[in-house]
């Protein structure tokens, strides 16, 4: 479950740090400090947002391949076998 939680993170984080939706983002962020850095260095904020929409792109998906590894071998509710002597 954490890790199903993690990856719904990390694409929550990328689907608002998607550069396109910067001109969605600026006027719900007018009156705020954040929202004057982003109006005044759109460019900056762009490029800044870019790279974080790539690094949790990236982590959400390398935490899908790791919860499809995780299950491909058992699941949580499996009872691992024992070895007979």
């Known amino acids: 479950m954490k890790e ?8 929550f984080l990328a689907l608002l740090s998607c550069p396109c939706h910067l001109i969605l983002i600026v006027p719900l962020l007018a009156g705020t400090t954040l ?4 109006a005044a260095y759109q ?3 762009s ?3 870019a790279v974080l929409f790539v ?5 959400m998906f390398k935490r899908t391949d790791k919860q499809a590894k995780t299950n491909a071998t058992h699941d ?3 009872v691992p076998e ?4």
Do not use: D, E, N, Q
């Open 55 to 59: 690094i949790s792109l990236w982590m």
């Open 82 to 85: 024992r070895k007979m002597r």
């Open 4 to 11: 199903h939680t993690k990856k719904w993170g990390w694409g």
């Open 43 to 45: 460019t900056a904020a």
């Open 35 to 38: 929202g004057a850095y982003f």
């Open 76 to 78: 949580c509710c499996a």
């Open 47 to 49: 490029v800044i947002l």
